[in-house]
């Protein structure tokens, strides 16, 4: 795996976006090169010929990336497959139609794109289809093998099982007994067995998972391994590497308190306040036309203010009003109080319901930017009356108000909205990982990957 923007990446997964990035190119190349006498230098270096190919080919690779399809290397339906490349060249189609409308020298010739497209459409499905089984072969699948077997290590077996591009296999591990998580492999002994184990299988890593480590972890054995070049690490570090957030089943207060990597770095932190206010500046000024379109929307359709402020908790505990428009009817909570919005709530309104799920009515919080309240990214503010009560029954969940709330996040991205205590464990976790990594490169990725999850109205509620 590879880490790019404070995010591993399966180097199969990245093989295959360079790969389809250079096949893609080559078709469009060869189709100009195919049917047209004019110079090929002079075309692309000189004529924007090399700009309007390269729409082209921004439009397809990303077009493959809005339909999900480098989320997992391997193809379940080679049908679908086809059906979702033709909707993806039918859409750099129409973009070539509109850049054609606003300016005659961006698009490429006709016959090249044509021609271009039909390769596209033979070639790199072909391509990937036969991609997968060659990159996990030609790349192996290093083998895991476990020592200790709780449930911990058993999500990340299974997780490593389904996701066979993270470039692992669980080989089996050893415990003082056998235990029921199929996925971890064959049961290999007890821990004492770990040199001969090791000296069988051979491993590219050893995952250490003990609940109770007193009295069962061959410490010495291990340390004889290490030094003989062994790759040994915390199974919980492995959960954080393959799964992207902290495990908190695993997570003891000594490993924060004496663990270099945890943030936020005080550089990053005062960087995030620079870019954050300059992105919310250029984004009012944007947004504004939308803004006024649905203020009156909303004014217009129910009884109440446009705009909703509510109490929201910020960095260090501090508490702030946070800027929304309204998409409940007033005095929504008049009687029930305080409650998590839950799907199909009766208390939306049905433009509320619209803005909601393009997220729209988030658009103020730019403002709570500016003020220096919010982040652009960050964990999601929570309510007070939320906030005493998870801070009792989830161990760190303080710990996420060390840094600005965002409006959106590492959890916002990769998890879905969820009503419940285990999804606020699980969006935690990920809230936990975004503060041991704060930067500008994962802010850049999360706020490029958020204009997806908004548009295709994930997690909206």
């Known amino acids: 795996m590879i880490r790019l923007f404070r995010v591993f990446i399966p180097t199969s997964v990245l093989g295959l976006v360079i790969s389809e990035i250079i096949l893609t190119i080559a078709c469009y190349i060869f189709a100009y090169r195919l049917l047209c006498n004019y ?30 399809l480098y989320e997992d290397v391997r193809v379940n339906s080679a049908l679908l497959l086809y059906q979702q490349f033709c909707l993806i060249t039918g859409t750099a ?28 459409l033979i070639l790199v499905p072909a391509w990937r289809l036969a991609y997968a089984p060659a990159s996990l072969k030609l790349l192996g699948q290093r083998r895991v093998i476990f020592l200790g077997a709780n449930e911990l290590v058993g999500e990340v077996a299974s997780h490593l099982l389904r996701r066979p591009q993270a470039g692992y296999i669980a080989a089996g591990y050893l415990a003082p007994e056998a235990v029921d998580l199929p996925d971890l492999g064959p049961y290999l002994g007890p821990p004492s067995r770990i040199r001969d184990v090791y000296s069988e299988l051979k491993p590219a890593l ?15 054995d291990l340390l004889d391994l290490r030094l003989h070049g062994a790759q040994i690490q915390e199974a ?35 960087l995030q306040r620079v870019y954050s206010f300059l992105i ?3 984004g009012i000024v944007v947004a504004l036309p939308v803004m006024l379109v649905v203020a ?18 910020g960095l260090h505990g501090s508490v702030f009003k946070v800027l929304k428009f309204r998409s409940m009817y007033a005095d929504a909570e008049a009687r029930t109080g305080a409650v998590w ?61 060390f840094v600005k709330p965002g409006i959106t996040g590492w959890a916002q991205i990769n998890h879905k909205y969820g009503d419940t205590l285990e999804d606020t464990i699980t969006k935690l976790e990920y809230d936990l990982y975004y503060l041991k990594n704060l930067s500008l490169s994962i802010d850049l990725y999360i706020m490029f990957h958020t204009a997806k999850v908004m548009l295709l109205t994930r997690g909206s509620q």
């Open 236 to 270: 919980s570090e492995l959960y954080e590497l393959v799964k992207g957030r902290v495990s908190l089943r695993a997570l003891r207060p000594s490993m924060l308190v004496f663990s270099d990597a945890l943030g936020p770095r005080q550089l990053n932190v005062a």
């Open 206 to 220: 050893v995952a250490v998972g003990f609940s109770e480590r007193r009295g069962q972890m061959p410490i010495y």
């Open 296 to 313: 009156l929307l909303v004014r217009l359709t129910s009884r109440g203010p446009a705009l909703y402020r509510q109490p929201r908790v």
């Open 280 to 282: 919310a500046l250029v």
């Open 93 to 120: 189609f129409i973009v070539q139609a509109l850049l054609g409308y606003f300016d005659g020298q961006l698009p490429i010739p006709r016959w090249q794109m044509l021609i271009g497209s039909f390769l596209f």
């Open 341 to 401: 919005a839950r799907k199909d709530d009766p208390r939306v309104t049905p433009v509320g319901r619209w803005i909601r799920r393009y997220r729209l009515d988030e658009l103020p919080q730019l403002f709570n930017v500016l003020r220096g309240e919010m982040a652009i990214v960050g964990p999601r503010p929570e309510r007070p009356e939320f906030v005493a009560t998870l801070t009792e029954q989830i161990p760190f969940y303080g710990q996420r108000h």
């Open 39 to 68: 110079e090929f230098e002079v075309f692309f270096l000189l004529e924007d010929g090399g700009l309007s190919t390269a729409i082209v080919v921004a439009t397809l690779v990303f077009g493959i990336y809005w339909f999900d």
